[in-house]
C-alpha cells in the first residue's frame, strides 16, 4: 500500500513529520530502514518510508493525524519481536516506534501497575517486584517485548495456566484513533459494566484499529516460596500425559513448561549443556514453606506414574534456575543450529496434547525437517520449532508442514494460534479455523469493525484482516 493523499510529496510529509515530533525523531537513514524492514519473522521484508519515534500520547497524535490526512499506512512497532509478522512494514509505511514510551507507576494501595507501551514486560515486572508485586504475563521475550506488543498481540507466557493472557490482566487502556482521537477504554479499578466491552477490540488487534499507548493492569503478590519439579521421560506422549495429569488432580502450577528430547538434545550441543536427552516437563509451585515440600513430592509421583523415568525437585533458587537453563535455551539453540528457524504457535485442549505432540512427530517425519516442540504446555500451548537449512526449504517444506499440524490443532477443537496472533503468516490459517467452526461471517465482522475504528485503512494493512 502507498500513500495517495492530495499532495504526493513524499518530502514534504517528512518535513512535516519533523515539525510535529523533532527532526531528531524522523528516521529516513537507509541503514535504519533496512533493520525495521523486518522482525523476527523474517520470511518477509519491506523498507518503511520513515521510522517515526515517539515520547508521548501527543506525539502519536499528532503523527497519526499527519498519516490519515496523506493515507499514509501507520505500523506500530515495540521491539519486533513477533514471529508472524505483526509488526512488519509495508511499502511506504510509517513505522511508529513506541519504544521511548516507558513510563511505569505502580499503584502499590490497589494492586494495578500502569504502564506506558514501550515499557519492557520484564522492566514493569522488575517494578512490582521493588512492592512485593509481581506482572502475571511474562512471555519468553520479557526482555525485549513491549506493553503495547503484548496488548496488541494479547501476548502469553509461562505463567498463563494460572494467570491467563494480557486480556484476562488489563483493566483498561488508552488508545490513539487514525483520526488522532484519544479514548480510554476501561480504567485503574477491578469491575466496569458500562456498556460494550470496547476495551477486548483493542487487545489482540495488532495494531490495526488503533495505537494503544498504555495500559492499566491487575498485579499480584510475588510468590515467597516456589520449588520446581523436573521430570525426564522417555516417550514424549507420556511427557505430555504428565502434564494433563497435573491439571486433571486439581494443581494448579505457577508454571508447566514443556520440551521435547530434539530441543533438549540440540541444546546440550549448541550450549554446552548437560541434560538427560529425554523429553523433559517442568512445574513451578507456590505455597508456604510449610507445606511446599510435600506438594512438590506430589506433583513428583503424579509424573512418575505418568511414565517419568527419572524426576528431581528442589527449592534452592540456584538449583531452579539451573533446571530451567534448557528451556531458557531453546529458541536461541534452533536459531544458532541452523542456517533458518521459525517457531509455531497452536493451542489445544489439555486432554488433546498427547495426540498433538504424536502428530509433529509424523509431519517431522513425513516432510523430512527437524521439529522440535516446546510451550506453556499448563495452559495447552504448544510451540512446534522448525529447523532449515536453507531459506527456501520454508515454502517447500516448513509451511506445509506447520500448515498440517496447526490444521490438525482445529480438528482437536483448539486454535491456529494461543499467544502468537495471526499478522501475515496465519491469515490462511484463520479463514481455515473459522470454516471448520462454520464461523467465516466472523472475519466479515472483523473488516466492518476495522471500517468502523479505520475508515482510510491506513492501520498496519496486511495483518489479521484485509
Not at 19 to 25: D, F, I, Q, R, Y
Not at 36 to 41: C, D
Not at 122 to 148: H, L, N
Amino acid at each position: 500500500m502507498l500513500f495517495t493523499g492530495a499532495c504526493m510529496g513524499v518530502e514534504e510529509v517528512i518535513s512535516k513529520l519533523k515539525e510535529a515530533v523533532g527532526s531528531e525523531n524522523v528516521i529516513t537513514d537507509p541503514e535504519e530502514l533496512y533493520v525495521y524492514s523486518f522482525t523476527a519473522y523474517a520470511v518477509v521484508r519491506e523498507e518503511p518510508l520513515a521510522i517515526v519515534k515517539v515520547k508521548s500520547t501527543e506525539d502519536v497524535v499528532k503523527v497519526l493525524k499527519i498519516a490519515n490526512d496523506y493515507v499514509i499506512p501507520v505500523v506500530p512497532r515495540g521491539s519486533g519481536t513477533s514471529v508472524i509478522g505483526a509488526s512488519t512494514p509495508v511499502k511506504g509505511s510509517i513505522v511508529l516506534d513506541l519504544r521511548p514510551m516507558r513510563k511505569i507507576r505502580v499503584d502499590v494501595a490497589n494492586g494495578i501497575v500502569e504502564a506506558e507501551a514501550g515499557a519492557y514486560v520484564d522492566e514493569v515486572d522488575r517494578e512490582c517486584r521493588k512492592y512485593g508485586f509481581m506482572f502475571p504475563v511474562d512471555p519468553a521475550s520479557a526482555e525485549a517485548a513491549t506493553i503495547g506488543g503484548a496488548l496488541a498481540m494479547d501476548a502469553g507466557g509461562m505463567r498463563g495456566a494460572r494467570y491467563g493472557t494480557m486480556r484476562h490482566i488489563t483493566l483498561g487502556i488508552e488508545v490513539v484513533l487514525p483520526g488522532g482521537q484519544v479514548i480510554t477504554l476501561g480504567g485503574p479499578v477491578y469491575k466496569q459494566a458500562t456498556g460494550y466491552d470496547l476495551m477486548h477490540l483493542f487487545i489482540g488487534s495488532e495494531g490495526t484499529l488503533g495505537v494503544i499507548t498504555r495500559g492499566w493492569f491487575k498485579i499480584v503478590p510475588a510468590p515467597k516460596s516456589v520449588g520446581r519439579v523436573v521430570a525426564y521421560f522417555d516417550n514424549v506422549e507420556d511427557a505430555a500425559k504428565g502434564v494433563y495429569e497435573i491439571r486433571r488432580r486439581g494443581f494448579t502450577p505457577l508454571i508447566i513448561e514443556f520440551m521435547d528430547d530434539i530441543v533438549v538434545k540440540l541444546a546440550n550441543k549448541v550450549k554446552g549443556l548437560n541434560f538427560p536427552e529425554k523429553n523433559m516437563v517442568i512445574v513451578d509451585i507456590d505455597a508456604p514453606k510449610e507445606v511446599l515440600n510435600s506438594l512438590l513430592s506430589e506433583v513428583a509421583e503424579v509424573l512418575k506414574a505418568s511414565g517419568a523415568t527419572l524426576v528431581q525437585f528442589t527449592t534452592d533458587p540456584d538449583e531452579m534456575a539451573k533446571l530451567y537453563t534448557v528451556r531458557k535455551q531453546a529458541y536461541p539453540t534452533f536459531a544458532a543450529a541452523f542456517p533458518f528457524s521459525f517457531m509455531g504457535d497452536l493451542s489445544v485442549p489439555l486432554s488433546a496434547l498427547p495426540a498433538v505432540v504424536k502428530k509433529v512427530r509424523e509431519v517431522s517425519a513425513k516432510y523430512g525437517i527437524t521439529i522440535g516442540l516446546i510451550g506453556h504446555a499448563g495452559d495447552g500451548n504448544l510451540h512446534p520449532l522448525v529447523g532449515l537449512e536453507s531459506r527456501d526449504e520454508w515454502w517447500s517444506k516448513a509451511r506445509p508442514a506447520l500448515v498440517e499440524i496447526e490444521g490438525y490443532s482445529i480438528e482437536l477443537g483448539g486454535t491456529i494460534s494461543g499467544e502468537h496472533g495471526v499478522g501475515i503468516e496465519r491469515k490462511d490459517l484463520l479463514i481455515k479455523e473459522l470454516r471448520a467452526r462454520r464461523s467465516e461471517v466472523i472475519l466479515e465482522y472483523m473488516k466492518q469493525i476495522k471500517k468502523i475504528f479505520d475508515p482510510k485503512g491506513i492501520m498496519n494493512p496486511g495483518k489479521l484482516v484485509d
